[in-house]
């Protein structure tokens, strides 16, 4: 297993494969709050720009192009802009023979940072620049190869970008029972698969992957997330079945442009299958570089939030930013060969032990949490779960729409007005009861009042504990981190076995602007799926 640092002392980048790493620490040379405050002039340029785009350009859509746009100038790279490069190398040099026409109409600070990008890139237009993967160490720029963008275009993973990655998941009630009106957490796919690429990369390299399979790895690592509905994993709860990305991922496999991507790359679709599902030491790869990928964003979201300290943040901190768990995990990766078959381990039990800790925390009181479910289960388990088995909104309508397409059809076909879903709970209320009996009656109770919504949602519990699906060492013996140190997994298994409870979540029909009329409509669905 390799030892050594991702960064030298004297450099602030490394190359490895195809993907530039950023070293997040160094100072910033950017203002990134005037940087961000061109959201709004971007938002409104983009439009009337997309005519002057010259066709030399990669983009297939305006909309793409305004997604690269907006994505380039907030997410300047600080790390590759340093003072001593822009007098020597190639990043001090600036082509502007290929530059396009629409860029003398930009503002003056739109265009400068354009330019900067091109200079510090070689000239390479980049897919995407993340100069801080947060908590992660480090930042990272994919270079928009012909690899990546056929990758881009066959799986329309531009589509991604607004899709978010908790979907209609919610920060915590707090102390005072009312939800946090920003509560939504902004992070999506696409950053989220652009993430798991670069934590695939450096697993494969830490392993010596070969690279055929570090290919492999990489395509399915950007589109492993392509069949993501809109509204995401709040959305999948109303066909489990039908929205199984990895399942139905052979159905992307087809057609010429997957011919012309599968042919150039040497691609085989059985075996990319494979490692989509798990299988394999690609298919293990992906998984560790999937689950450290979320949590590292979904953490950092959850802290920005939790503002307040409690024994929750404090723990959490402790593992993210003193024990700097995911900073290290990945580097604590090797191989060994089990009955002839190469398999991953995790070298270091104690990193192991904080991140599966890290995880459960995160299980227990954010992805299963009932009082950050409260939107997620009324649609996932009330109105679109009705619409779906009705027929009114397909499979196909919902992998190609955006999430705002989906909260506007939800205001067209059901009364709920559009974007209200992300500050409709400030009168949300959580109930738990014993029994389903109990709990159901107590939801016919609340759903007499007519301003009043009772959505049923059981607790989730699951069989299936990460404890047991790590390789790790303990002296000189290989196997499962429960096999090899049941104690702490059966602790931190503790964590996420969820006891079995029953929980009625009440929405209130103002907070909703959901119409008078609509209400007794609203509440046929969510009872026929209870």
Known sequence: MKKHALFGPDSGHRAIGQILYLDSRLPSGVDYEKVANLYPLLCTLIPKLSIFVDRRLPYE??????????????????????????????????????EPDFVRLLPERVRALLRANYARTDGTDPL?????????????????????RDIFNHFRLARLQWIRQLGYLREPIGSSGIYNLDGVFPQNRLTHSYDVHAIANLLANQIDLSPRKTTELAVAALSHDCLTPAGGDSIKAIAPADFDE????????????????????????KSLSQTILGQKLTGRILDLADKIAYTARDVQGLLDKLTFDSSLVNRIKELVQKGKVLAKIWQAVGLVVIEGVQKMVLTDPNLLEDFLTLRALMFRNLYQNPTCRVVESFLGRGVLKHLYEKGNITREALLTMRDQELDAWLSDNVGIEEL????????????????AE?????????????????????????????????????????????????????????????PQVFHIITLC??????????????????????
């Not at 746009?69 to 300047?76: A, D, E, K, R």
């Not at 990895?246 to 679709?269: F, I, K, N």
């Not at 209200?420 to 029994?435: C, G, I, K, P, S």
């Not at 029909?509 to 009872?527: A, F, H, Q, V, Y």
């Open 420 to 435: 209200t879903l992300f500050t409709a709970t400030e009168h949300a209320r959580v109930e738990n009861f014993q029994d």
């Open 61 to 98: 859509s305006s909309q793409q192009f305004g997604y690269r746009i907006i994505s380039i100038c907030t997410c300047i790279s600080a790390s590759l802009w340093q003072k001593d490069w822009k007098q020597s190398g190639p990043f001090g040099l600036l082509d502007r023979k290929f």
């Open 509 to 530: 029909r103002t907070d909703l602007r959901i119409g008078p009329k609509e209400m007794p409509e609203i509440k046929k669905m969510i009872c026929s799926c209870s």
């Open 246 to 269: 990895d399942r139905h991922y052979p159905e992307m496999l087809t057609g010429e442009t997957w011919t012309v991507l599968a042919r150039s790359s040497g691609l085989d679709g």
């Open 128 to 148: 995407g620049i993340m100069p801080d993967f947060p908590l992660m160490g480090f930042g990272y720029l994919i270079p928009l190869t012909d690899f990546h």
């Open 438 to 498: 109990a709990s159901l009656q107590r939801q016919n109770e609340i759903n007499r009042d007519p301003d009043l919504i009772a959505v049923f949602c059981p607790s989730q519990r699951t069989n299936n504990h990460a404890t047991s699906k790590f390789l790790t060492r303990r002296r000189q013996r290989i196997g499962t981190y429960r096999d090899l140190f049941p104690e702490q997994a059966s602790a931190i298994e503790a964590l996420t076995d969820l």
